[in-house]
C-alpha cells in the first residue's frame, strides 16, 4: 500500500527537543519574536561566528542559555526577506528538515511568516520512496511547530492539517511515479484508485472492450504496443450544491518505450515517470474531500504502456479518434498526444466549465523551460489567468508558451486529417499543445506541459531524485479558489 509522509507534525507549546529558527541574512531572525532579545542576539552572534549568512540553504547547530540552561538550537537560512515566497519557506524547512533527519528525533520549530509552507517544507522533505529498500533510518520522527500563545494556536494546527492534506497526497503522487514500470500496470494503478472512492467520490473504470465501443481509436492504437490491457479511469468528485465543473485530464503512459520509434536507451531510463500527469490528477483526488472543496470535479486517465510489441501500431499508421479525425502515426513516440486526444474528446462532450491536462508530453518543454517551470497554452486567457494565480500561492512557477494559428500547417497531413508530429527540432511543446487543441472543442482548456517538472534527477530539501508531485497543489489552490 502508498505509504504517507513519515514525518508526524503538530502544533506544540515549546518542547525539550532542538529549538529551530530561521533567519534572512543580516542576522534576522523571523519567527523569533518570542525569544528574549539577548538570546536573539546571542544566537545571531554565535551563528555569524560559524560563517552562517542566512542565505536560503544555509543550516547551523549551535547551543545557547535559555531559561538557565544549555539548549541546542538549529537556524536554517530564509534568503532575502524581500524574496520570500510560500516556495522559499519550503525551501528553507526542506534544507532544516535535511539537517535534522540524521541527528535528532524531534525538532521543535518557531515558523517564520508563512507556517503553512514551512509546515509543507518540513513534510515534504520528509518523504522517501520505500517500496523497494528497507526503511530510511533516519530518525527525525516528530516536528511540533511552536505557537507562541493561544490566540496563534488555531493558526499552527490549521497549517499542520492542510501541510498534512497536501504531503499525503503529493507522497502518493511520488509512490506512483517511482514505482517500477512493470509493477504499475493500468490494472493495478485502477485498483489502487478505487481507494480514493468515497462518500462524494465515484471511481469509474473504462475496459478496453468499453474503450473500443466508445471510438477511442488514437488511446488504442498505442495500447497495441502490448504490454497489459490498457485502463482509461474516470474518477468523479461531487459534493453538494457544486457550480463549477472542471474537468482534469492526466497522461497515464505506465512506460514509454518510444514504442517502434524506440528511444535510446538513455532516454528510456526515467521512462517510468511517463504517467506524473495522470498521478498528478489521481493526487488531487485524495485531497479534494478533504479540503472539502465545492465544484464539481472529473478526472480522466488513459493508462497503457508504449512498447514496441509485434502488434504496436506502425509509423504510417493511421488512426481514427473519438471525434472521428484521422491521425497519421508518423513517430510512435509522440504518444501522449494520441491518449489525449481521446481523453480530451470524452471529457469535452461531458460539458465542464474548464478543462486542464497534465502531461510529460515533450522532450522540448525540458529543454525550453528545464525542470522548475510548467509550460502551460491555452484557449482561454481568464482560465490561465486563474492557473497562475493559484501557482503563485502554490509556489510552483508556470510559463505561457502561444498557440499561433500558422503553426497548425506544421501537423497537416498528406494521408490523414493530422500527422502526429511537426517539423523535427521546431517548437515541439507548442506543437504537441496545437496537436490537442484539434481535440478540444470550445471549452475553455489549459494544457500543461510537466515534463520538466514532474521529475527531478538530484536530491532536493523537499524532495528526492524521482517524482516530484508537481501541479497537485496549484491544482488544489485552483479548485479551492471557485
Ligand atoms: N514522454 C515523452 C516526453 C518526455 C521526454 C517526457 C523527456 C519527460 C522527459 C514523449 O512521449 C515523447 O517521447 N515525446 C517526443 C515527441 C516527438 C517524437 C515529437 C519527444 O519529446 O521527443
Ligand atoms: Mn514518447
Ligand atoms: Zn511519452
Known sequence: MIPVSSLSLAATD???????????????????????????????????AEGFTGELGECVGLRADRGGRSRRFLIAGAGRREDASPETWRRAAGVLYQHAR??????????????RATAEGLMLGSYRFSEYKKADPSRLARAGLVFAGAAARRGIEKACAEAAIIADAVAMVRDLVDRAPSDKTPESIAALAQNLAGAQTKVTVISKAEAEKLGMGAFLGVARGGGADPVFLHLTYKPKGARRKIGLVGKGITFDSGGLSLKPAASMETMKMDMAGAAAVLGVFKALPQFKIRAEVHGFCPFTYNLPGPDAVRPGDVLKAMNGKTIEVLNTDAEGRLVLADALVYACRQKFDAIVDLATLTGAAVVALGSKVTGAMTNNRALLAQLFSASKRAGETLWELPLPREYREMIKSSFADLKNIGKPGEAGTIIGGLFLQEFVDDTPWVHLDIAGTAWTDSDTPTCPKGGTGALVRTLVEYLKAL
Request: aromatic share 4%; hydrophobic share 45%; glycine share 12%.
Open 14 to 48: 515549546e518542547r525539550d527537543a532542538p529549538l529551530c529558527l530561521f533567519s534572512h541574512p543580516g542576522g534576522v531572525l523571523a519567527g523569533a519574536g518570542a525569544l528574549p532579545p539577548a538570546l536573539r542576539k546571542d544566537l545571531s552572534a554565535q551563528a555569524a
Open 102 to 115: 540524521g541527528r535528532f528525533e524531534e525538532i521543535s520549530v518557531l515558523p517564520g511568516p508563512d507556517a
